[in-house]
């Protein structure tokens, strides 16, 4: 782990300066793996789990594409977007349109809402940036919290593995891909960034706290290499 982790504020200022490639619906992100085939099958799974949806909230938007492709599905749906940057929740909101989209500046462990406030729920590429057991066990609560009876909470995110060979095994292969993607020095930008501003945790380790938080229906929708997608029913 990196001696000095990134902070906020630093954090926020990589993300004002990357709004263009983080509004590419193509790729979502093209360090991460399977991005475009994620975003459907969140949106999908949301729409299809929760049909009844009004209100979503999108926890680190980022330039709004989960929450266009979720539009998608369910046109009446309004949304509220967090995001560190402003400029990314400016670029987000515009595409959403200002009528069908509130935005909330906040750094997502100092977010309150009323219990039940939310009858969907996304975080993608957003809650590995949690550092602690106990900001883990308190985000996983409020999406409880925050969620109406029959709402859903669905995730992307970077993902450890409890084993340490699985591991090293899984980042060797996401190493070669980056590398396929942008060469050596692509790989060593992303993992510098990785080790600077993110402390991922296991997708079983997550799938227990949303068991322990109080969800029920839980599934994962995909996995391929360090990122998974999952999600479960309040």
Known sequence: MATHKSTVEEIRARFDADVERFSNLDTGQ??????????????QAAAATTPQAKAVLDLGCGAGNY???????????????VDLSVPMLERARAR????????????????????????????????HHLRTAREWEEMFGRLHRWLAPG????IFDLVTHDIGAIQQLLWSRYGQYLEG?????????????IEAEDTPVS???????????????IDVLHKNSCFAAFGARK
């Open 30 to 43: 093209a360090a991460t793996v399977d991005a475009a085939l994620c975003m459907a099958l969140v949106a």
């Open 67 to 81: 929450s266009l492709k979720l539009r998608e599905l369910l046109p009446d749906a309004r949304f509220t977007l």
């Open 96 to 127: 959403l349109g200002p009528a069908a989209a509130e935005v909330r500046p906040a750094d997502i462990r100092s977010l309150e809402f009323a219990d039940h406030s939310f009858d969907v729920i996304l975080a993608a590429a957003v809650l």
């Open 151 to 154: 709402g859903s909470v669905w």
């Open 181 to 193: 993607l942008g060469g050596a020095a692509y790989r060593e930008k992303v993992f510098q960034y």
């Open 203 to 217: 997708l079983g380790y997550q799938l227990d706290l949303l068991r322990r938080s109080g969800f029920q229906s």
